[in-house]
């Protein structure tokens, strides 16, 4: 089955500066990897997604970049605010698949120092 | 605004009670999901239903957790009898067949003593 390997488990920046995540996946029939920001006393949300058919995203602020080849991806946050201290997890699944189920990195602590 | 709402938001109990926490998926969606996080574990998928059917339970011990979906707005999982070991925040999530994004209740924060 798939695994996903999610690096630094911690990471802190200060105000300003950009930050980057990254996670490898094993499954090559993967093609579909969202990121998840967990603010503290919440549940995931959704912030980015990639599709395998694109190697690149961008949403203001936020990025995303894919490389099928070396099986990784990565989010990439530029300008980073206090209010981006979060836990960020990556996943990977078959996107439309009849299950959906995602299997989910461990996740990223960001903390940003004003 | 359609949210997944979960409850108790905190349940502390004793180890040997039974604990039941609750689920209402978003209106529409027929996808429902369950996952354990913990600090060492991360987030750990424990079950999950498509249109009220259990698709995967794999994740789950079987001999003290189960889920159900006695409707479409309701998703239970209990379990019986707790552990400390079970003390964790229970999330649940619902999405729709054929899609991929997932839509995360607040979680249940659950203490056995």
């Known amino acids: 089955g798939e695994n996903v390997e999610q690096h630094p488990s911690t990471l802190s920046v200060q105000e300003g500066d950009s930050a980057v995540i990254k996670c490898t996946y094993s499954?090559?029939?993967?093609?579909?990897f969202p990121w998840y920001k967990q603010e503290l006393g919440k549940g995931p949300q959704l912030i980015i997604d990639?599709?395998?058919?694109?190697g690149e995203k961008k949403d203001q602020r936020i990025a995303v970049t894919l490389n099928k080849t070396a099986k990784h991806f990565s989010l990439h946050i530029t300008e980073t605010q206090p209010e981006d201290s979060a836990v960020y997890f990556c996943?990977?699944?078959?996107?439309?698949?009849?299950?959906?189920?995602?299997?989910f990195g461990k996740g990223t602590k960001l903390s940003v120092k004003p | 605004d359609a949210r997944v709402t979960q409850t108790p938001r905190h349940k502390v109990t004793e180890m040997g009670q039974e604990v039941t926490m609750r689920c209402q998926p978003i209106?529409?969606?027929?996808?429902v999901f369950w996952y354990r996080q913990t600090m060492m574990q991360g987030l750990e998928l424990l079950a999950y239903?498509?249109?009220?059917?259990?698709?995967?339970d794999s994740g789950m011990p079987k001999d003290r957790f189960s889920a159900e979906m006695p409707d479409a707005t309701l998703a239970t999982l209990k379990i019986q009898p707790s552990e400390p070991r079970d003390s964790a925040v229970y999330f649940c999530?619902?999405?729709?067949?054929?899609?991929?994004?997932?839509?995360f209740g607040a979680g249940t924060r659950l203490s056995v003593l």
């Open positions: 999530a619902s999405g729709l067949v054929g899609g991929n994004i997932q839509y």
């Open positions: 499954d090559s029939a993967s093609n579909y």
């Open positions: 990639i599709r395998s058919n694109v």
């Open positions: 996943a990977a699944s078959i996107y439309g698949g009849s299950q959906g189920n995602l299997i």
């Open positions: 209106l529409g969606h027929n996808t």
């Open positions: 239903f498509r249109n009220r059917a259990p698709l995967d």
